[in-house]
């Protein structure tokens, strides 16, 4: 970029009467550039002339001026070219060689031939390029260029145009008739580090009340969720929607305003009852409202850049400022009112929202041998039962839910990183019950947080040579029987200081026991309440229930054996008395 400075040297070693060569070269200038300066200023054509005249009279003598002279001609022409070239600015429409009077020598009287056929190419279809025009004009007699020819043309279609292209014509909705939606681009801090983020904008053209929520990216994930939350926002939905051309809702773009759109993007518009609309490529006037936004909601609430621990506390900051911008702001149209009170009006005409859109999209993944599921440049964890099988990831803006046949056999936080691996240590327990090593040095279960109930219990198994074996086996339950029933289990071996593998498996089965009893206890009453001869029956309750006691059992033991010897002194007995009687 030539810079005021160099425009000053310039003009004044020109006035000075140095060569543009000269000048060019002792400045590293190109030569078009120092012309287009010379020309651009109002006074080099005096200096031209007067270089005409000194030329002519001092072809014999020449003059050479003191130095002192220089000095006092350089200060004057400083000061009187400063003000003339101080609007001059590099490539400035004033800096551009342009001729006052533009002639068609060449076209003559072709001018008439020339004009017919603009004018029958005009509603032509499909038209003539300028120099399909030109072959045409030279098969009927024109021997010129093509250069008149397409400046004329392009004069030509100035002239002739009734209509300026850039004009627009405004815009009025009726209450709860339309919204617009757009995306914008941002910056935000997320733990002292500064993050690029797209923002979702809608506004109802009505009322101008506006919504908007940041999101890592643009896909349909966060297009339905941005949705979802627009409406739940607005307490209902418009009946049209005006989009621009994005790749989330149109998948080709047709002649007038016929789309293709999205079949993921039409499930969203078919259950909100919403006629999408999309406007004209690159005509940001057809939703010239939510364009507006995007220029408000960055001075409003991105000036300066939001800052916070996680995307969530941004967004309920951002929240809670708009609930503030739209109850104070005036409307623009009707100043005497704000937006929440034109959107009082507005809400009566909105389809309230019933049943909240299901915006997940659905893919089918491959679980490796190791459990894990890829998706979105990351790897998550899930069932170990589905090892080798093609399951379902639906992903939402936020979480990842895998299912298999129907059951859901993992559940994520989703991230938004590349080539990172996300474990839960529990889709892993029941390999435990075969491979009680892989307890040691598993992945999933280095980051493995447990209760301190079965903390207690490791530690104390640990001290015997099998105990991490024993472990594993009880923690490779947790999935069957439930984590708050192995806690239970833990805490009773605890009181009883009977710490085992054995005993806490134990007391799991008998609990499983006594739930199946209560359950088909439950059942058969509830088939004799249904009975209505039966309704006044009353059925025996145990009276005591049994008790772990061993007492009884050495008892009974102990009177069988007095029992045992008291026969054999009988038979004895018996046995003599034959005898002597056989004697006798």
Excluded at 545 to 569: D, H, M, V, W
Excluded at 572 to 583: D, P, V
Aim: aromatic share 8%.
């Amino acid at each position: 970029m030539i810079i005021m400075e160099t425009k000053r040297k310039i003009l004044n070693r020109y006035r000075k009467g140095e060569k543009i060569r000269a000048i060019s070269r002792e400045l590293n200038i190109s030569r078009n550039t120092v012309k287009e300066i010379i020309r651009s200023h109002p006074s080099t054509n005096n200096i031209t002339k007067n270089k005409t005249i000194s030329s002519s009279s001092s072809i014999t003598t020449a003059k050479i001026p003191s130095p002192a002279v220089v000095k006092d001609q350089e200060s004057l022409s400083l000061s009187t070219t400063i003000t003339n070239i101080a609007n001059i600015t590099n490539k400035s429409p004033s800096s551009s060689y342009s001729r006052s009077i533009q002639k068609y020598p060449a076209l003559g009287d072709h001018i008439t031939a020339l004009e017919k056929l603009l004018r029958e190419n005009k509603n032509a279809q499909p038209k003539k390029t300028t120099i399909q025009l030109f072959q045409q004009l030279q098969l009927q007699g024109y021997k010129g260029s093509y250069s008149p020819v397409s400046r004329y043309a392009k004069k030509w279609k100035i002239i002739s145009s009734n209509v300026n292209p850039a004009a627009c014509v405004p815009l009025s909705f009726a209450p709860g008739e339309a919204y617009q939606f757009d995306w914008s681009s941002d910056e935000i801090i997320i733990n002292d580090k500064v993050v690029a983020v797209k923002v979702a904008h809608f506004i109802l053209c009505y009322s101008r009340k506006k919504f908007v929520y940041i999101y890592p990216n643009e896909t349909h994930e966060m297009v339905f969720d941005a949705h979802i939350r627009a409406f739940e926002f607005f307490g209902g939905t418009p009946v049209r929607g005006i989009y621009d051309n994005m790749k989330t809702a149109v998948q080709k773009v047709f002649q007038g305003k016929d789309r293709k759109w999205n079949p993921n993007f039409e499930r969203l518009c078919a259950h909100y009852m919403i006629e999408p609309t999309a406007c004209t490529p690159a005509r940001g006037n057809e939703k010239g409202q939510v364009e507006r936004q995007v220029a408000i909601g960055r001075q409003q609430f991105m000036t300066p850049m939001p800052k916070g621990k996680n995307l969530q506390e941004i967004n309920d900051i951002l929240t809670s400022q708009l609930i503030h911008y739209n109850h104070t702001h005036k409307h623009p149209k009707q100043q005497n009112k704000t937006i929440d009170e034109i959107f009082a009006e507005e809400s009566h005409c909105l389809i309230p929202v019933t049943i909240a859109f299901d915006g997940c999209k659905e893919t089918n993944i491959k679980v490796s041998i190791t459990c894990l599921a890829q998706y979105d440049r990351n790897s998550y964890s899930v069932n170990c039962s589905c090892v080798g099988q093609i399951i379902q990831c639906k992903s939402y803006a936020d979480k990842l839910i895998f299912v298999y046949n129907g059951q859901e056999v993992g559940r994520h936080e989703r991230r938004f990183t590349a080539g990172q691996t996300y474990y839960n240590y529990q889709h892993y327990l029941p390999i435990l019950a075969r491979k009680p090593g892989a307890l040691r040095n598993g992945a999933p279960f280095k980051d493995m947080v447990l209760p301190d109930e079965i903390n207690k219990v490791r530690e104390i198994l640990e001290q015997h040579p099998n105990g991490a074996r024993d472990f594993a086996h009880i923690l490779s339950h947790i999935p069957m029987e439930g984590m708050d029933a192995v806690i239970s289990a833990c805490v009773i071996a605890i009181t009883a200081k009977t710490v085992s593998k054995d005993v806490i498996l134990n007391i799991l089965f008998r609990k499983n026991d006594e739930c199946d009893i209560i359950k088909d206890k439950d059942k058969s009453n509830h088939y004799h309440n249904d009975d209505t001869d039966n309704k006044n029956t009353e059925y025996l309750k145990i009276k005591h229930l049994p008790e772990e006691n061993c007492n009884a059992y050495n008892q009974l033991l102990s009177n069988i054996s007095t029992i045992g010897a008291s026969s054999l002194k009988a038979v004895s007995s018996l046995k003599e008395l034959l005898l002597g009687g056989l004697s006798s």
